[in-house]
């Protein structure tokens, strides 16, 4: 298990609330779902999400006050445990490339602007979980093929998704 680092003195804000995540189409999830807290797919009471494997999107709005995005100022976004792969996008605008080990930090200062800012993360977690969703009783459609079966109905899954916490820093050389 990955472990955050614990929130430091430079930590400006977390991003909390609720979370819409759009999950991708025809991979046994729904078109949407609300977290109100981050958690594993694998901890939601929704098959389709608890077995998901793909990509899913995560959406939230970050309050930015103007002292933030001043120049000179350099800010951080930390997204704390992912689970497998994320790509950021603030406003619509890809930031950072794809974060595929931690730390799942990058610098956003450049695309923060002053009031709301819609803070966009996919993640991609791996294919296991669906493998083994399939193979539960009473499944009547599966989502996969292979010929080679490496895990059982009672495998334990992969925790998957964004687990946070998700904070925005001021860096540490902004006051240098």
């Given at each position: 298990?990955?472990?955050?680092?614990?929130a430091?003195?430079?930590?400006l804000?977390?991003?909390?609330?609720?979370?819409?995540?759009s999950?991708a189409?025809?991979l046994?999830?729904?078109?949407?779902?609300?977290f109100?807290?981050?958690?594993s797919?694998t901890?939601?009471s929704?098959?389709?999400?608890e077995?998901?494997?793909g990509?899913a999107?995560?959406?939230n709005?970050?309050?930015?006050p103007?002292?933030w995005?001043q120049?000179?100022n350099?800010?951080?976004?930390?997204?704390?445990v992912?689970?497998?792969?994320?790509e950021?996008?603030?406003d619509?605008k890809?930031v950072?490339?794809?974060?595929w080990k931690p730390?799942?930090?990058?610098d956003v200062?450049?695309t923060l602007?002053?009031g709301a800012?819609e803070?966009?993360?996919k993640?991609t977690?791996?294919?296991?979980n669906?493998?083994?969703?399939?193979?539960q009783p009473?499944v009547?459609?599966?989502?996969?093929?292979?010929?080679?079966r490496?895990f059982?109905?009672d495998s334990?899954?992969?925790?998957?998704?964004?687990?946070?916490p998700v904070t925005?820093?001021?860096s540490e050389t902004?006051?240098?």
């Open positions: 298990t990955y472990r955050a680092k614990p430091a003195e430079n930590e804000s977390g991003v909390n609330g609720t979370w819409r995540v999950f189409p025809n046994g999830a729904p078109a949407e779902a609300d109100p807290a981050l958690a797919w901890a939601n929704d098959p389709g999400i077995y998901f494997s990509t999107t995560y959406r709005q970050i309050q930015v103007n002292d995005v120049s000179g350099r800010v951080m976004l930390s997204l704390g992912v689970r497998e792969f994320a950021v996008s603030i619509g890809p950072g490339g794809i974060l730390p799942f930090v990058l200062s450049g602007h002053a800012n803070l966009s993360v993640v977690n791996l294919w296991p669906r493998m083994i969703g399939d193979l009473g009547t459609k599966t989502f996969t093929w292979t010929d080679f490496p059982k109905a334990p899954l992969i925790q998957s998704g964004l687990l946070g925005l820093q001021r902004a006051s240098q």
